[in-house]
């Protein structure tokens, strides 16, 4: 079975530089995460979507990022303009419903380095 | 509001030998737990959980974990490492509930198994 596919794996932008993130859930899953992953604040929710619809987007650190699901196979997160501070590991991940108790799924995670 | 704490930044034991990894939570309302593991360059896994019922959970790779409500803890368990089992391990924590989504994760702890 196909799990969370984000791309790109690996991305090296420069300061100032639009960076987009992609992501296609598991299918038939209809609850997705973005995570964001750094040694000195471990793993933090970015942004939380049901039904493709954003539900929590309180993790959003300022509106250099944005994130959208314009359908139940696709989301994007995106960041613009970048800046060495944003560089961490961003993870998405899927869940069959929105409810803690269901296990969510992790993609392997897209790591960014902005220089 | 929930936390997590892991009270080990880094495990290091010989391959074969017993393992603990603490975690411990505050939560002012009723919580579901979970244990993650982190493989290298990886997503992250769950390895088990626990919603209700025994407070003994079994999960995979032959882990297991305790809910101590009194304890406030749910400490992971494997009584032989394997070279294999080499990763970061997230204990996380949210809100019982249908409707809880958001999982607060501990900083993470990194067992190194020594051969």
């Not at chain 1, 960076?19 to 471990?42: A, D, E």
């Not at chain 2, 209700?52 to 882990?63: A, D, Y």
């Amino acid at each position: 079975d196909a799990g969370v596919i984000q791309s790109p794996r690996h991305e090296v932008t420069e300061m100032g530089q639009e960076v987009t993130l992609r992501c296609k859930p598991i299918s038939g899953h209809n609850s997705l995460f973005w995570y964001r992953q750094t040694m000195m604040r471990g793993l933090e929710l970015l942004i939380y979507f049901n039904n493709n619809v954003p539900i929590d987007d309180s993790g959003m650190p300022e509106d250099r990022f944005s994130a959208k699901m314009p359908n139940a196979s696709f989301s994007t997160l995106k960041i613009q303009p970048s800046e060495p501070r944003d560089s961490a590991v961003y993870f998405c991940a899927s869940s069959s419903t929105g409810g803690a108790g269901n296990t969510i799924y992790f993609g392997e995670g897209s790591w960014l380095t902005v220089v | 509001a929930q936390s997590v704490t892991q009270l080990d930044s880094q495990v290091p034991v010989f391959e074969e030998a017993p393992v603990e990894l603490r975690c411990n939570y505050s939560s002012s309302v009723s919580v579901y737990l979970f244990w993650y593991v982190q493989y290298p360059n990886q997503g992250l896994q769950l390895l088990l959980k626990y919603l209700s019922g025994s407070t003994l959970v079994k999960g995979i790779n032959g882990f297991e974990a305790e809910f101590n409500k009194s304890q406030t803890s749910f400490h992971l368990r494997k009584p032989s490492v394997h070279i294999s089992d080499t990763a970061e391990y997230f204990c996380a924590v949210s809100e019982a509930g249908a409707g809880s989504y958001q999982l607060t994760f501990g900083k993470g702890t990194k067992l190194s198994v020594i051969p």
